[in-house]
């Protein structure tokens, strides 16, 4: 396994010890995944343990061409990477949504501030983790309530996609990266990058930040060898 745990997604919070811990939904349940100086910990804290969350491994000698020089020569200092995957395509989406138009640092305040208003909160090792609202809490969701936690911009792209979601979601999930990338920019406001959602196997979903600019990717921990 490798020793280098990137936490680009905006779930992550840090901790003045150094541990990092985010939520993550998978088709069973609601899970907790820390890394301390002890190592990765994963706990199911709603509904079952039957999908469990999986990381991905990324080799720096197969980065796509697409990869900026700056970051492709800083991850072939780290090595082989590892990665939380997302098995939650809702959730892939509403990262890039939020994602569109504004700053690395401005777009992971808003997504926290987003799940943890209007999703659901979990206990984490060290206070509340929270997971992005469902498509239909999104729907639910009145003008003023995006507004209020600074996503009035992308109030329109998310209503668009949370509908388009909740119609397709099933051939979504069975259709390989590219046929989901075309099926994705029908959405309105739903542009090439931010449809671009690498399948990663077993219905595991991420999204191409490292394609992006290095802003986006931090190399936060050193697991313990």
Same mark, same amino acid.
């Given at each position: 396994?490798?020793? /280098?745990? $990137?936490?680009?997604?905006?779930? &992550? !919070?840090?901790?003045?010890?150094? $541990?990092?811990?985010?939520?993550?939904?998978?088709?069973?349940?609601? &899970?907790?995944?820390?890394?301390?100086?002890?190592?990765?910990?994963? @706990?199911? /804290?709603?509904?079952?343990?039957? @999908?469990?969350?999986?990381?991905? =491994?990324?080799?720096?000698?197969?980065?796509?061409?697409?990869?900026?020089?700056?970051?492709? !020569?800083?991850?072939?200092?780290?090595?082989?990477?590892?990665?939380?995957?997302?098995? &939650?395509? &809702?959730?892939?989406? #509403? #990262?890039?949504?939020l994602r569109?138009?504004? *700053?690395?640092?401005?777009?992971?305040?808003?997504?926290? =501030?987003?799940?943890?208003?209007?999703?659901?909160?979990?206990?984490?090792? !060290?206070?509340?983790?929270?997971?992005?609202?469902?498509?239909?809490? @999104?729907?639910?969701?009145?003008?003023?309530?995006?507004?209020? @936690?600074?996503?009035?911009?992308? *109030? #329109? =792209?998310?209503?668009?996609?949370a509908e388009?979601? *909740?119609?397709?979601? *099933?051939?979504?999930?069975?259709?390989?990266?590219? #046929?989901?990338?075309?099926?994705?920019?029908?959405?309105?406001?739903?542009?090439?990058?931010?449809?671009?959602?690498?399948?990663?196997?077993?219905?595991?979903?991420?999204?191409?930040?490292?394609?992006?600019?290095? $802003?986006?990717?931090?190399?936060?921990? !050193?697991?313990?060898t």
């Amino acid at each position: 396994m490798s020793n /280098v745990l $990137t936490t680009d997604h905006p779930a &992550w !919070q840090a901790y003045e010890d150094g $541990t990092r811990a985010r939520a993550v939904r998978t088709a069973s349940g609601i &899970w907790t995944v820390c890394h301390d100086r002890y190592g990765l910990h994963m @706990v199911c /804290v709603d509904g079952t343990e039957d @999908v469990k969350p999986e990381f991905l =491994a990324t080799d720096p000698a197969h980065l796509p061409p697409a990869a900026p020089a700056a970051l492709r !020569q800083g991850l072939a200092e780290l090595g082989v990477t590892q990665r939380l995957a997302s098995p &939650w395509l &809702w959730d892939a989406i #509403t #990262t890039a949504i939020l994602r569109q138009v504004v *700053r690395a640092d401005q777009a992971r305040k808003l997504y926290r =501030a987003w799940c943890s208003t209007y999703g659901t909160t979990v206990e984490g090792p !060290q206070g509340e983790l929270a997971v992005a609202p469902m498509p239909d809490a @999104v729907l639910d969701l009145p003008d003023e309530q995006f507004a209020a @936690v600074g996503a009035k911009f992308h *109030r #329109t =792209a998310l209503l668009a996609a949370a509908e388009e979601y *909740r119609r397709h979601q *099933r051939d979504w999930e069975h259709m390989n990266a590219s #046929t989901l990338a075309v099926a994705l920019t029908r959405i309105p406001r739903i542009g090439p990058w931010t449809c671009i959602i690498r399948n990663a196997g077993a219905k595991l979903f991420r999204l191409p930040l490292l394609l992006r600019q290095g $802003t986006d990717l931090q190399i936060a921990r !050193q697991i313990s060898t």
